[in-house]
């Protein structure tokens, strides 16, 4: 909650290993989706101010295209070799922008692109995240609109795959039960991650830090 709350992501990060040790992914899986809507109904408010909404219109969209195709792969690819791969993309990726960053995000072109992209490695590895977070940061965004942009652009795909966990019987009643158990040590987070954003996020340090967790969760997949 305090990584979410400050950021605008990384929660799934922190908790999707821990969960999946403690419960494994049948339930691990379905209790993050449901924990991370929990956590974005939250910053909803503040980020329905800051969000670059037209941007999210062709990101969210194109997100949804994605999915089906990332599902196939998921299918169709050895789980180890897709992992490996999709960790090397976003590690270039972070390397990339590191080192030359942009001034202007990129158009509707590039939001094409990033949502399909995001929504192909949220169903080829459940992690949606890290193509959208490095459009965002690699145009001339101030950290509040990164921040806002990413919390609704993530309630959006929770949402999505609450909906799908419920149809196909995995968010179940004992997924809810653990949520109600940690919803209020996560809010509680969330809360102190806001504070502590709204007291200091220079734009040097809000993109110093998003690259490192961004860059954390390619190394994650290229090493585990």
């Given at each position: ?206 993109k110093g830090l998003a ?5 954390a969760v390619g190394v ?5």
């Open positions: 909650g305090l990584v979410r709350g400050f950021s605008g992501f990384g929660s799934a990060m922190v908790l999707s290993p821990s969960l999946a040790w403690l419960y494994g992914p049948q339930v691990g899986v379905p209790l993050l989706l449901l924990l991370d809507l929990v956590v974005a109904l939250q910053m909803m408010p503040d980020a329905l101010k800051t969000g670059h909404k037209k941007t999210l219109r062709t990101l969210c969209p194109a997100a949804l295209v994605g999915l089906p195709i990332g599902i196939w792969a998921l299918d169709v690819m050895p789980a180890e070799v897709l992992q490996r791969t999709i960790a090397a993309v976003v590690l270039l990726a972070v390397v990339v922008m590191a080192m030359k960053p942009r001034r202007e995000m990129p158009g509707t072109g590039g939001a094409l692109i990033a949502g399909a992209l995001s929504g192909i490695t949220n169903g080829a590895s459940g992690m949606a995240g890290p193509p959208v977070i490095l459009f965002f940061l690699s145009g001339g965004n101030t950290p509040a609109t990164i921040r806002g942009s990413l919390s609704l652009f993530f309630l959006f795909t929770d949402l999505i795959g609450c909906i799908g966990l419920i149809i196909v019987g995995k968010l179940t009643l004992q997924v809810a039960a653990l949520a109600v158990l940690m919803v209020i040590p996560l809010a509680i987070g969330t809360l102190l991650g806001t504070v502590l954003f709204n007291r200091g996020a220079s734009p040097a340090l809000y690259l490192v967790i961004v860059g994650m997949g290229l090493i585990l």
